[in-house]
């Protein structure tokens, strides 16, 4: 059984592992479709409405809920330092292929850096200092509040940005907070009638606002701006930061009790998703290098996006279950 496995289901107190809780491979396969979809997409996102509204939607909830979810695997990890080592080596693995790629074989101007991560690698970054951080501060007394009042503090500070993906890191810890602090019978609760419609009605009026208004300036979803950088240079700007972290939480929720319990055909695909995520964004400058966004426009992007998570869930999933047959 892979080490992703043992994040998952954890192990009791004699060492035998529980039964796998595919909701969560489930969860994780949907979310990885709609990353690569939408990584597909922006580029020309610009060209129609219908795109960029999208791109809106899809940002307020698909990172916050992948970090969600990875916050909630801490309850299974026993020895922290291993992952800290293994994601910081994908890190400077794929910053290192990332600049070969692009400076030797596409042909791009750029320099080879490991403080500034190179298009979604920042959050290998990220990760590792999520991980690093989390047991000094996870006993800390109301630290999921102030760890929000921290992510909204630092968007005042102009500097405060994209090196070693700072900016990120502080915005995004409440969700990692959130979901180490999520139980399994939260979720199983909210699933429940009385309240699934509620917060499906509240989500629908929620999109219909964010598709139809620019109440959240796009830049900001992305957690990497200041509010000046973004056009937000009043006082309040803060109060921006805060209703994006409600928005954001509740759509999360809203998705994950959507998603079914139980395996499913594609739920072995969702143990999967790092690897997934770590190939996806190469492989999309290499086809953008080749003439994609020639070739394909407007919607037909998405579905091609979808198409191209699914096809390198399968194909990784192939490869390292070879692999794992071989090895062992």
Same mark, same amino acid.
Request: proline share 2%; aromatic share 20%; hydrophobic share 50%.
């Given at each position: ?159 405060? $940005? +994209?090196?070693?993906?700072? #900016?990120?890191?502080?915005?995004? =810890?409440?969700?990692? %907070? *959130? !979901?180490? @602090? &999520? ?107 080749? $003439? +994609?966004?020639?070739?394909? #426009?407007?919607?037909?992007?998405? =579905?091609?996006?979808? %198409? *191209? !998570?699914? @096809? &390198? ?16």
């Amino acid at each position: 059984m892979t080490n992703t496995t043992n994040v998952i289901t954890g192990a009791n107190a004699i060492g035998t592992k529980k039964q796998r809780d595919y909701y969560y491979d489930n969860v994780k396969f949907f979310l990885i479709i709609l990353v690569v979809a939408t990584h597909t997409f922006s580029p020309v996102m610009g060209e129609s409405w219908f795109l960029e509204r999208l791109f809106y939607f899809i940002y307020t909830f698909h990172m916050p809920a992948f970090i969600i979810i990875c916050g909630h695997f801490m309850k299974y990890i026993k020895n922290l330092n291993k992952y800290v080592f293994k994601y910081t080596k994908y890190y400077v693995v794929m910053q290192t292929v990332y600049f070969i790629v692009m400076k030797y074989l596409l042909g791009q101007k750029m320099n080879l850096t490991y403080s500034m991560p190179y298009y979604t690698y920042w959050f290998m970054l990220s990760l590792v200092a999520w991980y690093v951080i989390f047991p000094y501060v996870k006993d800390i007394k109301w630290i999921l509040l102030i760890s929000i009042l921290v992510g909204i503090t630092v968007g005042y500070d102009r500097d405060f $940005g +994209l090196s070693m993906s700072l #900016s990120r890191t502080v915005v995004y =810890f409440p969700y990692f %907070l *959130l !979901g180490y @602090f &999520l139980k399994r019978d939260h979720i199983s609760t909210l699933k429940e009638i009385k309240w699934k419609y509620a917060i499906w009605a509240l989500c629908v009026l929620l999109v219909f606002v964010l598709l139809n208004y620019d109440l959240i300036p796009r830049p900001l979803l992305q957690g990497k701006s200041s509010y000046a950088m973004v056009g937000l240079d009043m006082w309040y700007a803060g109060a921006y930061r805060l209703t994006l972290y409600g928005i954001s939480t509740l759509i999360s929720i809203g998705f994950f009790i959507l998603i079914p319990e139980g395996e499913k055909f594609y739920s072995k695909l969702g143990s999967q998703t790092l690897y997934v995520y770590l190939a996806h964004g190469l492989i999309l400058k290499i086809l953008q290098y080749n $003439g +994609l966004y020639e070739i394909f #426009s407007g919607i037909a992007l998405v =579905f091609i996006g979808a %198409l *191209l !998570g699914l @096809f &390198l869930s399968i194909s990784i999933f192939i490869i390292r279950s070879s692999y794992n047959k071989y090895k062992y």
